[in-house]
Structure formats: C-alpha cells, structure tokens
C-alpha cells in the first residue's frame, strides 16, 4: 500500500492486531465468552437456574474424561446435580451484566461530576475532588462489602438474594465512580484550556453545549481506557463478594458463588465444581485486563487515563 | 527549632482531624445500631412479653431521646465499651481483640513477603528496564493482577494441601499464649499454617508494590543527583540503594498508607478461605447471624486502624521529607 492510500478501516484493525497480538487474542477470548454468555439461554443444556430440573442422583459427577462420568454432563455437575457447564454460561453471563451495569452506574455519575468539576473550577471542583478522595482512600472492595453486610443483616439472606444483581451493580458502581471522575475532570482541564473552547465559548454557545458536544468527545479515550479497567475490577469484585455469600445466591450462581458452594466440595474431591469456574474467571479477569492495557497503548499514549 | 515547631503543629492538626473522622464513624455506628438492632433483644431474647419488655426499657434508659442515647453511646465508647455480642453473650470489643492477633500475625507474614521480594523486584525491573527477566517479571504481573485472592488461595491448597499433602490448609494450628497474646509464630505448626494464608495474602499486593517500587525507582534515576552520584565514582549499587531507594521510599510509603482499606478487605477475602480465626471471619459470621454490635463495633475498629495507619503514614511522610512544605499540606 502507497503511504498516500486513504487510511482504511480494515487495514488500521489490522494493523492494531499486529502490534498487541496479545490484545488480539485476549479479543478473541472475551468475544467468545460474552457471546456463550448472551446465547446462555439458547446453548446451555440445561437450565441451570431451574432448581426442579436438576436430579440429586446426578450430584457430583466428574467432567467427561474423568472415570464415572455421564455424557450428558461435558464439564460433570454440582453437588444439587447441575449441569457445570450450563452453570457457568450463566454464570459467566450475570458476571458480564453486573460488571457492566456497575461501570454504566459508575459512569453516569462519575463522568458528569468530573467533567462539572473540571470545567467549573472553584467551590465545585473542591467538594468532587475532595469526596472522591475520601471514597477512594476507603477501597471499593471494603465499601461493597460493608454496604451488603449491612443490607443482610437488615433484611435477611433471602432477600439479599432476590434482589442481588441491581443490589451489587448499584453498590459496585456507587464505589467505583471516582476513578471515572477523576479521569474526566483531569481531562477535562485539559481540554478547556485549549483554543477550541475558548472560541466556543467566545462564539456564546452555551456551558453545557460546550461541556456535552465539544468537551466529552474529545476526552472520551481516556474514559474508555479506564471504564475497561474499571469493568474487571467490578467483575472480580463480584466474584468476591459472591464467594463471601454477599452476593448472588446459590440458586442464581454467578462465578463467584459457583467457586463458593464447589469450594466446599473440593475436599470430597469433587474439584471441578471449584477449578473450572475459577478457570473462566480468570479468563474473563486477564482478557479484559490485556485490552484495557492495548488500548491505553493505542488510545491514550500520553498516559492520561489514571 | 522553628521547623520542629511547624511539624509539630502539623502532627496536631493532624491528630485532631483523625479525632472527628473517628466521632464520624461512631455516630455512623450509633444510627446503624437504632436503625437495625434491638438492645433489648440481645438482654432478655425474643420470649418476654410486652409489658415487661416496656418497663424494662424505661429502667435501662431506652426509650430516652435519641440525643441522649447517642450521649450515652459516645460515653462508653471513649471507655472501650461498644455493647455486647449477641452471639458471644460477651462485651464485643473484647470479642473482637481476642481475634485480633490471628489477622495481625496474618498480615504481618504476607507483609515481610511483600517487603523482602518487591524491592529487589522492583529495583532491578528498573535498572534493567529492558533484560528478559524485568520483562517476565511485569508480564508475570498483569496475570498477578488479574487472579482474585481467594482463587490464588484455592489453587495453593490445591496444590500443597490436597495433592502434595505438604501443608495444613485449615485455622491457625497450634497457639502458644502470652498474656492476652495468643501466638501461632513461637510453634512449628503455627508457622507452617502460617505459610499458605500468607502466601496468599502477599500475592494480591506483590504485582501492586513491585509496579510502585519500579515507578518510584524510574523517576528518581532519572535525576540529576543520580548522574552526579555516578559521575563522582560511587558504585551501581550504591547509587541504587543509598539515593535512588532513599528517595523511592517516600511517594511509598505515601501510596502504602492508600492501600490500607484494600489490605483489610483482601484478610477478610482471605481468611474465609482458609477458615482462619481472625477479624474478617469473625465479621462475616455476625453478619450471618445478625450480630449487629458486633457489627457495628467491627467497623468501629476497623475505622479505627484505618484513621490510625493514614494519620501514621501522613506524619512518617513528614519525617522523611522535610520538604513538605506543612502550610501546603492543610
């Protein structure tokens, strides 16, 4: 290709694939992961939140190339005999809804404040900047935990369990929004400094024109480099909180719960039930990381993404 | 003499801000202990009727204004009364500072972990930014990163436990007591019960420290003391360890003090995977039978360690670079 060639969408995918050949494996591996997760309904075997259609006699099974397998069960079953591997396509999937809910929470407040904070300055900026600060010097992870310890203690495990998908996305989000803010605001200042605002802004278009249609889309590559950290880090803290029984229950599994209740078994040696969720919870966990990593590298080479 | 005295104002203001951030989190305590438990219920159980019940309020003082209990509340809790387990039938406090040796020993082993491998870790992915093992090293890393605690957890018992029988994966083991102490580093089982857990625990915070040792060590090199220090003749190493780590060691140590919060969430993480005694199982235990002062006095404490380690970390930074300016700081 001549250097004068219109750049080409195609050929720009390509060559982002060639420089970060991890990233383009770790694409590979979350893009199939999230459709398995999406078509759960579809593809899995068995419904796996429906308690009736599981057989006790089935409990325990190893995975297919184990001794004293059943064919019908490809990754074996659960000690309630539930098909491991429709466990965890659903699993996987309230994985993916939760972290993605989390971060969308995190960003409907976070990025707002932020870009508030960065463009007004003053009294503003001052209390964003500063509750921020407060929030993270606590770490999500603790405050996940207190806020749904305390919500169990109040209102029982039952119900925790009925409502734990909104329950951990709003509580994950809630505790996750200053990254977002302070990236946005960061950026923001940036921005706002340059002559395009200025002129913006001398041209009378209004503050929240000038914030929502000429600030947000130039400071949006750092906001997508940190939202994909920030999904890992509210899947993983999912899974922890599950495993610590303040998340989704054991007749909903997410991943978490499902290493939770297999833990247990691991002893019996029953060690699939704990191991192979683990497996694809890492999976998730380093796919998402390694793009997270490849696109600070192509979106944001000066390192503005916190 | 005058610097003395600013930093001593400085440590001041700063203790007097860890009192409020504490009176914070006791009246926080105080509403989730109205809002959600009984006191009565922990005194007498479910079975008392009615009556007896409102007379017995009205003796212990129960149904007075909400200022007034909150007074009350304050009052014990400057004198380390924070009420009483409904589970243990015993001061909770005392509950929980029994379990707080477990956690501590817990901490401190993975702590020297982290210590004694990322600053030679960190120092040479600096100084050879480039060599095969640096680069292993940060790969290595990013998986770090990417493994949840209690997964890391589970695959060491896994291995050493169930396939390799080498070590316990269970509890503290054997303790030996001194005074209120109780120990499991002074007995060969508790040390070997020790080594899993720890492990564990450091392996979620080493990829963290060795990234901030290489940051810290990249920047100070980059200095112009550093050039001079090696252009008067002192050795590689010297240069390494006695000005480029000297100077590493402050954002550190400042980064260090952030993680504390983090730190307690993963020895709650962790010591539910291998059963261990500390504060965090025992947290997780009343939060599953409701024992909300015991609740409420475990976020007491742990609010507590909290203010205590970054009011520390804030006045250790001070010590370690008086150009701190103490009027910039607030």
Known sequence: ????????????????????????????????????????????PQDAFDLASFDVLDANLPPAWLDGSDPRFLLGTDAQGRDLLSAILYGT????????????????????????????????????????????????????????ALFRAAFGGESLGRFAVPLLAVVIGLAEWPYLARTARAATQVEAAKDYIRAARALGLSTSGIM???????????LIVVATTQI??????????????LGMPVTKPSLGTLIRSGYDLMFAGAWWVTIIPGLVLI???????????????????????? | MKAFGAGFGFAARRLGQAALVMFAILIIAFAVRTALGDPLRE?????????????????????APWPVQLGRYLGGAVQGDLGTSTIYKRPTLAVILAKFPASFELVLGASLIVLLLSLPAGIYCAVRPRALGARLILNLSVLGISIPVFLTGIFLITIFSVWLGWLPAFGRGDTVRIGPWETGLLTRDGLEHLILPALTLSSIMLP???????????????????????????????????????????????????????????????????????????????????????ITTYLVFVGLIFVVANTLTDIASLMLDPRIGVEDTR
């Open chain 1, 212 to 222: 929502w249609r000429h600030i947000l889309p130039n400071i949006a590559s750092p």
């Open chain 1, 283 to 306: 999976g998730l966990l380093v796919s998402v990381n390694v793009l997270g990593d490849a696109l600070r590298d192509a979106l944001d080479p000066r390192g503005r993404a916190g």
């Open chain 2, 208 to 294: 963290l420290f060795i990234r901030l040792v290489r940051g810290a060590m990249l920047d100070e090199l980059g200095h112009d003391y550093v050039r001079t220090a090696r252009a008067k003749g002192a050795s590689p190493l010297r240069v390494w360890l006695a000005h480029a780590l000297r100077n590493a060691l402050l954002p550190l140590t400042a980064v260090t003090g952030l993680q504390v919060g983090t730190f307690i969430a993963y020895t709650l993480l962790t010591e539910t995977v291998f059963q261990w005694p500390g504060m965090g199982f025992l947290f997780l235990e009343a939060v599953t039978r409701a024992d909300i002062p015991l």
């Open chain 1, 232 to 245: 890992a880090g509210a899947i993983m803290a999912e899974a922890a909180l599950s495993f610590l029984g």
């Open chain 2, 43 to 63: 005194i007498v159980g479910e079975a008392v009727p009615e009556a007896e019940r409102a007379a017995l309020r009205h003796e212990l003082g129960l149904d």
């Open chain 1, 93 to 148: 999937r309230i994985s993916l809804t939760v972290g993605l809910l989390a971060v969308a929470i995190a960003a409907a407040i976070g990025v707002p404040l932020g870009l508030l904070a960065g463009y007004a300055k003053g009294t503003i900026d001052t209390v964003v900047t500063r509750v921020a600060d407060i929030q993270l010097s606590f770490s999500t992870l603790m405050m996940a935990i207190i806020a749904l």
């Open chain 1, 1 to 44: 290709m001549s250097a004068d060639a219109p750049p080409n969408r195609r050929s720009a995918l390509r060559a982002f694939a060639d420089r970060h050949k991890g990233a383009a494996i770790a694409a590979l591996v979350l893009g199939a992961l999230a459709l398995a997760a999406s078509l759960a309904p579809l593809i899995a």
